[in-house]
């Protein structure tokens, strides 16, 4: 993580993220059981020695022409968004002022209290306590029902799960280095593998609801007329700037209110 500061001074937190020579390696369809098709890019991302993969994983990536990798995702598109394989992504495949979701195990922090795990307040510090003042409490019900309930928050342990930060703004893109600069946190130890999709609700909810509408001028955040379609690549990537940042669209606080 670092900072950066907007056109009128003020200072935000941005974590940096890298793409690591990301490639296609499928285009999936399926049909399901309703006759509906389900399509998917996959992607795969991060080189890795072959002697490390799998006897399977190798046919995959040799199928696709690519070299083999730590990591392999999918991401549903529409029937016309399938990408060539062995096609490299670039960062310009994501657009300064658009909003991702970003997925990845969370932090691991061992076995902790209910106070720690489930914000608990804890018990009184004085008057009768005693030594109990981070304790849990009673987890009983008297005689009836003479248990404890199923899904009672509990001591247990915290963190290391699959952990997903909504609706963070891209503010700037490197197509040089591969970096995607995103406003906020995100999940994960640092060097940690995280996915990168659309902003489930913040874009995609809100474009189906504005195409339904008829109002086409509000299917994209503010400030954004298109996206890469079907997918920002490295040749892309030479015809635009190699630095491209998003301009803020908040208010000066020097000007006056009216």
């Not at 020695?49 to 392999?72: C, S």
């Not at 306590?129 to 987890?139: D, L, N």
């Not at 893109?173 to 940690?192: E, H, K, Q, T, Y």
Request: charged fraction near 20%; include cysteine; hydrophobic fraction near 40%.
């Amino acid at each position: 993580m670092t900072v950066m500061w907007d056109d009128h001074g003020a200072r935000f937190p941005v974590t940096v993220l890298q793409l690591e020579n990301c490639q296609v390696t499928a285009n999936i369809k399926t049909v399901r059981k309703d006759l509906s098709e389900y399509h998917a890019v996959q992607v795969a991302a991060t080189d890795r020695p072959a002697k490390t993969a799998t006897k399977q994983m190798l046919g995959h990536f040799k199928k696709a022409g690519v070299d083999p990798k730590r990591i392999v995702k999918e991401f549903p598109v529409t029937p016309d968004a399938h990408v060539p394989i062995g096609t490299t992504l670039s960062a310009v495949h994501f657009v300064p002022g658009q909003y991702v979701d970003v997925i990845a195990n969370s932090l691991g922090k061992g076995f902790q209290g209910t106070m720690k795990k489930w914000n608990f307040k804890g018990l009184r510090a004085s008057h009768g306590v005693s030594v109990s003042h981070r304790s849990a409490g009673a987890i009983g019900a008297h005689q009836d029902p003479g248990r404890v309930w199923p899904g009672k928050k509990m001591a247990g342990r915290l963190g290391g799960v699959r952990t997903t930060t909504q609706n963070l703004a891209v503010i700037r893109v490197d197509s040089a280095l591969d970096l995607i600069f995103v406003r906020g946190c995100v999940p994960g130890i640092d060097d940690a593998h995280v996915m990168v999709r659309d902003a489930k609700k913040k874009m995609i909810s809100v474009a189906r609801v504005n195409h339904a509408k008829g109002d086409f001028d509000k299917l994209l955040p503010k400030g954004i007329l298109g996206l890469p379609f079907p997918a920002g690549t490295k040749e892309m990537a030479k015809e635009l700037p190699s630095v491209i940042e998003a301009p803020t669209h908040r208010r000066s606080p020097f000007l006056p209110i009216s």
